[in-house]
C-alpha cells in the first residue's frame, strides 16, 4: 500500500533536476523541429494552396489567377476556410504524432 503522503525525505533531488533538464533540452528540439516541418494542404481542385508549420503557423495562401477571375467572393473564402483548416489540422496531426514518439505516449499538459 503506498503511504501518503510520500516521504520526500528520501528524494534525490539531483537526479530529478537531471531530468527535468533533459526534458527541457527534448522541448526545445522539439520546437525547433516542428517550426521547419512544413505542410501542404491543397482544396478546390488546386486553386487554393494553404502552407503551416507544425508549430501550427500559417506560412502561405497560393490562390489560383483563374480563382479570382471568377469574382466569387464566397467560394474564394469557403475554400481559403478549407484550406487553411486542412493545413492546421494535419500540422496538429504530425505535432502529436511527433510528442508521443518523443514522450513515449506520455501526454503533457500545455502541447
Do not use: C, H, Y
Not at 494553404?50 to 464566397?74: C, F, Q, S, T
Amino acid at each position: 500500500m503506498t503511504k501518503f503522503p510520500p516521504d520526500f525525505s528520501k528524494l534525490d533531488l539531483s537526479s530529478v533536476m537531471e531530468m527535468a533538464q533533459k526534458v527541457k533540452q527534448q522541448m526545445a528540439r522539439l520546437e525547433e523541429s516542428l517550426s521547419r516541418l512544413q505542410v501542404e494542404s491543397v482544396v478546390g481542385g488546386g486553386m487554393v494552396k494553404v502552407r503551416a508549420n507544425g508549430k501550427g503557423e500559417l506560412l502561405a495562401i497560393e490562390l489560383d489567377p483563374e480563382l479570382l477571375a471568377m469574382n466569387d467572393k464566397a467560394m474564394l473564402e469557403e475554400l481559403v476556410v478549407a484550406g487553411v483548416n486542412q493545413a492546421l489540422a494535419e500540422a496538429k496531426r504530425q505535432k502529436e504524432e511527433e510528442m508521443g514518439r518523443m514522450t513515449g505516449g506520455m501526454v503533457l499538459p500545455g502541447w
